[in-house]
């Protein structure tokens, strides 16, 4: 019931939202690599922050200190990526303040003989956190996306870590609060989640997930975002390996392309990811751990064969 009300309230205050942002001019403008064709209210992701006070606020009582160093960082964060949607920032400003907040959110994990973990622990929340700020621009896309993520991060809680999942499982519930409320507005293309929402989900994303990795020694544990982790994992080097400058916003990656050049409509393609994303973590659940490593090869080397062969398609080009 607590979600059910929780739910309603935030509906109304994106309703809200939407209304000011609008007066007050709080617009993504289309330009030469917008995937919309209107001007669209954004930053209407203050939903996951929100959401994250909400749960910081239910929680108090419990919350270790790591727990409070990092909601301190996703405040950070937002409040950052919420000035960035209004007074747009520059891009290094923006990648030293993410390494910045991550390294304090991951301080618990610094020491000498696991250095080089810590340092691939926060470049890879990075990559994460990215990934899921360049998804927005689909129609759907960040919300569907998502919405799966954040159930088979409830699942895999559940079932490898039942003991120690609490937290983690509620902060999700609140996260999946605020992403059914965005969806009933982003799926009619009214407003968009903007930094503020994307940054802030894709950050406590990446923490649980890290949080699940340690806590289960398992790393292979990061196929759960796999799909849009990897589409901007590999658009990043060839565009790096391009020459391009790959702090600035483009139109390369995969489902960018699908709905740009392929014409696909922007629901398809974010309903596709997160179906495949759905899929590729049902079966990595029903697998043995032993075989999970192997299956991740095997997951990486089809979505690389994919991911080069829509890349290349004359339609493509």
């Known amino acids: 019931m607590t979600m059910l009300i929780a739910a309603i309230c935030l509906i109304i205050i994106e309703w809200l939202y939407i209304k000011v942002a609008r007066r007050l001019g709080i617009v993504a403008e289309v330009n ?15 939903l996951y922050v929100i959401a994250a006070c909400a749960f910081a606020a239910d929680n108090a009582a419990g919350l270790s200190s790591d727990w409070w160093w990092t909601l301190a960082g996703g405040l950070i964060l937002s409040a950052v990526s919420m000035w ?44 994460c956190i990215n990934a899921f ?6 129609r759907c896309m960040l919300a569907f996306y998502g919405l799966t993520v954040l159930l088979t991060l409830i699942w895999a809680a559940e079932l490898y870590t039942p003991d120690l999942c609490g937290e983690m499982v509620v902060l999700c519930e609140w996260m999946l609060v605020a992403t059914v409320a965005f969806i009933c507005f982003n799926i009619g293309d009214k407003v968009f989640a903007g930094d503020v929402g994307a940054i802030t989900l894709g950050y406590y994303i990446a923490f649980i997930l890290v949080t699940l990795i340690v806590r289960t020694h398992d790393a292979s544990m ?12 590999m658009t990043v ?14 139109r390369m990656n995969v ?8 014409g696909l409509p922007h629901l398809t393609v974010s309903g596709a ?33 994919v991911y080069f062969t829509i890349r290349r398609s004359p339609r493509s080009l």
Request: with cysteine; hydrophobic share 50%.
């Open 222 to 233: 990061f196929i759960l975002t796999i799909v849009a982790l990897f589409d901007t994992c």
């Open 133 to 138: 700020n360049f998804i927005d621009g689909i």
């Open 255 to 262: 489902y960018q392309v699908l709905t740009s050049k392929w």
């Open 237 to 250: 080097l060839q565009r790096l390996f391009a020459g391009y400058n790959i702090l600035l916003p483009h």
């Open 32 to 46: 030469e690599r917008s995937s919309h064709s209107r001007s669209t209210p954004t930053a209407g992701g203050i």
């Open 84 to 127: 960035d949607d209004i007074h747009p920032l520059p891009p290094l400003s923006r990648l030293l303040i993410q390494i910045f907040v991550l390294c304090l959110a991951f301080k618990s994990y610094c020491y000498p003989q696991a250095l080089h973990i810590y340092v691939l622990t926060v470049t890879s929340c990075i990559c």
């Open 273 to 305: 990811y997160a179906v495949i994303q759905l899929v590729i973590s049902a079966a990595y659940f029903a697998i043995p751990v032993t075989f999970h490593w192997f299956y991740t090869l095997m997951v990486v080397a089809v979505l690389t064969v």
